[in-house]
């Protein structure tokens, strides 16, 4: 399969050598109020230092798990409003022995042997098909906005299998697939 020339491994990031570039995770905080920076700090009673460290961590995680209650309540609500139920609407399934392709409201979902992938309609840039020149051969390519496709060839039982598959894919795209994004 070929894809886009690129680099192979990704740049390291900061985080793998500074843990401090990891969001969320910050120092403890100091147990000294009055300290001044430079100057040697007198000792603190072993509660004092004990206590500090829980505490900031109970913040954190608080504030933490707020943000994720209130970012799943919004994809919650998100979801319900854009995804129509499965049976409205036109459907495009295609399957030999070995490959299958399906389309309809949630996307397009490609399987061979063991291989799978999905694709909700905001991920995908094109969808392309054609039929072999001879033969039974159906090919279906998923193209995404990163350059990248994905081809799956279906072996149709006969040659008007594939004229069909092409209009009811058509049908589908028609429907779901949104060209201005």
């Not at 000792?43 to 954190?60: F, G, I, K, M």
């Not at 994720?68 to 459907?91: K, Q, T």
């Not at 399934?93 to 397009?108: C, M, S, T």
């Not at 995908?124 to 279906?140: D, I, N, P, Q």
Request: with cysteine.
């Amino acid at each position: 399969m070929e894809q886009s020339n690129g680099p192979i491994q990704q740049p390291l990031r900061a985080a793998s050598a500074d843990p401090g570039f990891i969001p969320g995770l910050t120092g403890a905080a100091s147990p000294f109020k009055d300290a001044v920076p430079g100057r040697p700090v007198q000792d603190a009673p072993e509660e004092t230092v004990r206590d500090a460290v829980p505490e900031a961590e109970a913040e954190v995680e608080a504030e933490v798990e707020a943000e994720v209650e209130a970012e799943v309540e919004v994809e919650a609500d998100a979801e319900d409003v854009a995804r129509p139920a499965p049976g409205d609407g036109p459907s495009f399934e295609a399957a030999d022995r070995r490959g299958r392709i399906v389309a309809d409201a949630e996307g397009v979902r490609l399987s061979y042997d063991e291989e799978a992938c999905e694709f909700r309609w905001d991920e995908l840039a094109a969808v392309e098909s054609e039929k072999g020149r001879f033969g039974k051969r159906f090919t279906v390519t998923v193209h995404t906005p990163d350059r990248r496709w994905y081809p799956i060839e279906i072996i149709a039982p006969d040659r008007g299998h594939i004229a069909g598959w092409e209009a009811e894919l058509d049908a589908v795209l028609d429907a779901y697939f949104d060209e201005a994004s």
